[in-house]
């Protein structure tokens, strides 16, 4: 059973180009989240989707940033006209539908990540 | 606002002795709580969790205790192994209308476990 895949595991773009950032979640999942990584910090949350739509974008910076989760193929993170600060690791997660009793059945399992670096 | 606070930035124990890596949070809402493992250029983990209908939660070495009234966990690793040296994050989501969301991360603890 193949975990989250993500690619490509490294990227590299200098400023004012695009970067796409790609999610493959675990099988059976239907719900991706993507977290961001700053250096010596913690992640912090950006975006969740489901297939073909946007859950929950209240970490997502309001420019450049945008996300998606098609009916077929991976989900993709895009950052247009990228700058030095948003070098980073970018992880996925994806986790399966929780129950609406408890105990939670949504636990997220995470990718290895992208680690781009802005030049 | 840090919702989710890791305050030890690291810890240092002998193999074979008890982790104590603690963890506490603000925001009452939250219902779910995990702990994940990372490694450097690897993405985290999932090691455990434990909802907030328990106060104890154990998988082997490791076990998560959940004291609400206070909004602290603590997850315990026995016995310490050098492989557990890593950073441990804690996360927190909550789920108000039953449906999956976000988790909210602390900042992490270095683990160091010496041979």
């Known amino acids: 059973n193949a975990g989250v895949m993500q690619n490509p595991r490294h990227l590299v773009r200098r400023r004012g180009q695009e970067a796409r950032l790609r999610c493959s979640p675990m099988?059976?999942?239907?719900?991706v989240y993507w977290y961001r990584q700053l250096p010596e910090e913690g992640l912090k949350f950006m975006v969740y989707l489901q297939k073909e739509n946007i859950i929950d974008e209240s970490g997502m910076p309001k420019e450049r940033f945008s996300a998606e989760f098609p009916k077929e193929g991976p989900s993709i993170l895009r950052i247009q006209q990228v700058v030095r600060g948003d070098s980073a690791a970018y992880f996925c997660a994806s986790s399966p539908p929780t129950s609406r009793l408890p105990p939670r059945t949504d636990t997220q399992y995470f990718g290895p990540g992208t680690r781009l670096t802005v030049l | 606002d840090q919702q989710v606070k890791q305050n030890s930035p690291s810890l240092s124990v002998q193999e074979g002795r008890i982790s104590i890596l603690n963890c506490d949070y603000t925001?009452?809402?939250?219902?779910?709580f995990l702990w994940y493992k990372k490694y450097p250029a690897e993405g985290p983990t999932f090691l455990i969790s434990?909802?907030?209908?328990?106060d104890k939660n154990e998988d082997g070495r490791f076990t998560v205790f959940l004291n609400k009234s206070a909004k602290h966990l603590s997850l315990h690793i026995v016995p310490s192994q050098p492989g557990d040296s890593a950073v441990y994050f804690c996360a927190a989501s909550a789920n108000p209308t039953g449906a999956n969301s976000k988790l909210t991360f602390g900042k992490g603890i270095t683990l160091s476990v010496r041979p």
């Open positions: 434990i909802s907030s209908i328990k």
């Open positions: 925001n009452s809402m939250f219902d779910y």
């Open positions: 099988k059976g999942h239907s719900h």
